[in-house]
């Protein structure tokens, strides 16, 4: 501690000084030790002291929370002397929520290749979060912020290892299903539904189906996050109507979650990429919502003023080693001890990153460059390590740590109830859930399927007037195949027009399968399920122009094995699409990968040289067997010319299949098409398990089971 105090003490500021003329720098950039400040007590009070005042409210506003003080002080405001709005007639009163208390004992993550110089993202954290109350992790950037939000969870990936112990009620258990809630940094919604439609099928899913009272939670959840002026509005938008804003999007992924009206709720940086008002709007709203009594865990980067008086505690990390945990006031408290207070006209959240990040030493670095120029650059050479040493060492010594301690022990000297996880929806309610869902979102997204039908049908206006009036002459033959080749190759190709969509849909599930929301199984059934219908409508439009502008065999039965035949090649493909819009997850990467796989199936379909022709190692086995294009042209062929032959002058006549030998070679046998349509089939399916097990794999390998581990220097003591 000598060391460090001595190391700290050669640095001198101005920071105090009020009257820097505007052209130096600005004193937050300079944070130097006093050694008068030791036993300074500051609080926000120390801060310029602004008056409540009354506003008048305006008639129309578009916030959904209305705030009757103007600018409280911070005292204030963490006291919990925010006036609530008044109540409507007709507004849902939300009901209390018993919280859980939480614990976390030592908490070390280790996981490779997350940090450059060391496995430990976490090292050694302590805290506590208490029912009713908000509870903060901050820190700059790869601080290991999210790291700890997810340990305290139990939703690391499995390549992490987590050491330490993580209480619930003072029990050793992991949180179950239904009894927490997590809301990732980024948002996972579907633009074309409303935010109660969103929140009811997000009910439908996570509930039971016999629960009765889902619409009520999901008017319960709307009014607790403030989204009552927002509940019928698309979420993303359309033509005539602006999409939600960032604020409110985040506020309904939180409405998402509280449908099951968690003890607990982990947010993941709630204010990710908002202005200051929405961010205080939301900071409002959480604050409402821990007065219900839910236990509020978050992880934040920044704060303004305002929003950080609404903390409760605040656990502060720097490189994974904890700071600080304790009462947001006790934190100014402690950099002002350990000779870095907070100045006055300065945001404590912005003093404590200033201190701690390392990545303003470049900045320090930049100044002393200017040192010739402006003098008093040159007192900005705080070291950030030296800080972090300080403050680090401070705690270890403070009672703010004793207070700590002597709180766990407390929480975990005898055991509370346990959380009974809710029972899920079942497998089938799942299945019909998404289907039902899909079939609305594919009817609202122009660029699902109604592009795509829009564009088919032009393209088949275009081949049909180009290849009509053909004939059923011998020398019809070659133009026949090629008609039927472009019939199918092209309309392929017009499908990735839905790709963007899939991508979408398969971000969702990932989201809401980690959430445990639904089950990959079940996405996949209602997947497709959802898409035939609109596959089919397609297929039989596309082949209605398609069959008789070029004059195909006049026969009803041929005509709808025509249709089905396509049907299943279009099944066939958009299983294709959804693994390659799984396995990029970017529309550019995707559509590009199946361009060039939909080119490469085409070139070995057989058209541009026969199959018996290609080159074996390849192009024959594999690929011409794994495009199918083979099996979809091959098998419409075989409906057209099969048990039929041509006349060869006016006494010899040459079956079809002859005929096409030079073109298109085919099957004698009547049962060929069929055949062929079974192959369509069975890629349908094979697709669609691939889909399955990919997505099943990529689930599991972002979201396991925390295992706590034992370290090893524990297991050479006890030996």
């Not at 280790?110 to 509870?135: D, F, H, I, N």
């Not at 039908?453 to 009509?468: Q, R």
């Amino acid at each position: 501690m000598e060391e460090i105090h001595a190391s700290s003490d050669h640095y001198r500021s101005s920071s105090s000084s009020a009257s820097s003329p505007p052209s130096r720098v600005p004193s937050s950039f300079i944070y130097v030790r006093k050694p008068a400040s030791f036993r300074q007590p500051i609080s926000f009070e120390d801060s310029p002291e602004w008056d409540d005042a009354e506003i008048d409210q305006p008639e129309e506003t578009t916030d959904s929370i209305n705030i009757v003080t103007a600018s409280p002080s911070l005292s204030k405001m963490n006291s919990g002397s925010i006036q609530s709005p008044p109540l409507q007639d007709n507004a849902i009163v939300p009901r209390k929520v018993a919280g859980a208390s939480l614990v976390w004992k030592d908490l070390t993550v280790t996981e490779k290749g997350k940090r450059k110089y060391s496995e430990q993202v976490v090292k050694s954290s302590t805290g506590y979060a208490l029912p009713g109350t908000l509870t903060v992790i901050m820190g700059p950037a790869k601080s290991g912020k999210s790291t700890l939000l997810r340990a305290i969870a139990g939703r690391l990936p499995r390549s992490a290892k987590v050491y330490g112990e993580v209480l619930v009620n003072g029990r050793k258990t992991r949180l179950q299903y239904g009894t927490y809630g997590y809301v990732e940094r980024e948002d996972a919604l579907i633009g074309s539904l409303t935010v109660r439609e969103m929140l009811y099928y997000s009910a439908l899913l996570q509930l039971p189906a016999f629960f009765s009272q889902k619409r009520n939670l999901v008017e319960e959840a709307i009014s607790a996050m403030s989204l009552g002026d927002y509940a019928d509005k698309l979420i993303g938008g359309h033509c005539y109507m602006k999409r939600l804003a960032k604020g409110e999007r985040r506020r309904v992924s939180i409405a998402r979650e509280l449908v099951m009206r968690p003890h607990v709720l982990f947010i993941d940086e709630p204010l990710y990429h908002l202005d200051s008002v929405s961010a205080l709007l939301m900071m409002v709203t959480l604050k409402k919502l821990a007065s219900s009594g839910c236990t509020i865990l978050f992880s934040m980067y920044q704060s303004s003023t305002e929003v950080f008086g609404l903390f409760d505690r605040i656990c502060l990390l720097s490189n994974g080693n904890t700071l600080f945990f304790g009462e947001t006031l006790a934190c100014l408290q402690h950099f002002s001890n350990a000779g870095f207070p907070c100045p006055i006209m300065q945001s404590p959240s912005d003093h404590f990153l200033r201190a701690i990040n390392t990545d303003f030493d470049r900045i320090i670095a930049m100044c002393k460059t200017w040192q010739d120029d402006h003098g008093e650059f040159s007192s900005v050479n705080m070291d950030t390590a030296v800080a972090i040493r300080t403050l680090e060492a401070t705690y270890k010594t403070s009672n703010d740590a004793a207070a700590v301690e002597t709180m766990i022990l407390k929480l975990t000297e005898k055991e509370g109830p346990p959380l009974k996880s809710n029972s899920q929806a079942s497998s089938f309610t799942q299945i019909a859930v998404l289907t039902w869902r899909s079939l609305l979102v594919m009817s609202r997204e122009w660029n699902y399927f109604w592009l795509r039908l829009l564009l088919c049908l032009l393209l088949m206006i275009c081949i049909g007037t180009i290849f009509s009036r053909l004939g059923h002459s011998l020398s019809s033959i070659s133009v026949r195949v090629a008609a039927v080749f472009v019939f199918v190759s092209f309309t392929s190709l017009v499908s990735i027009a839905g790709v963007p969509a899939q991508i979408n849909e398969v971000k969702i599930h990932i989201y809401e399968q980690s959430c445990e929301h639904s089950a990959t199984g079940a996405f996949v059934i209602a997947n497709l399920l959802s898409s035939i219908p609109f596959l089919f409508l397609i297929s039989v439009s596309s082949s209605l122009i398609f069959y008789f502008l070029v004059g195909m065999r006049n026969e009803f039965g041929l005509f709808m094995y025509f249709v089905l035949n396509f049907f299943m090649a279009l099944l066939v493909n958009e299983g294709l699409m959804m693994v390659i819009a799984y396995i990029w997850l970017e529309p550019l990467k995707a559509i590009l990968t199946l361009l060039c796989a939909q080119v490469v199936m085409m070139l070995v379909a057989g058209y541009f040289r026969l199959r018996s022709e290609l080159h074996e190692p390849v192009w024959k086995y594999p690929l011409s067997y794994v495009a199918f294009h083979t099996y979809s042209v091959q098998g419409l062929l075989e409906n057209e010319y099969s048990g039929t032959s041509f006349a060869v002058g006016q006494v010899r006549t040459i079956p079809s299949v002859q005929a096409l030998r030079g073109s298109y070679p085919i099957s004698s046998s009547l049962n060929a098409k069929w055949e062929n349509l079974l192959f369509l089939f069975l890629m349908a399916v094979a697709y669609r398990i691939i889909l399955f097990i990919l997505l099943g794999l990529r689930v599991r390998g972002r979201i396991a089971a925390c295992k706590f581990h034992i370290p090893h220097s524990i297991i050479k003591k006890a030996r």
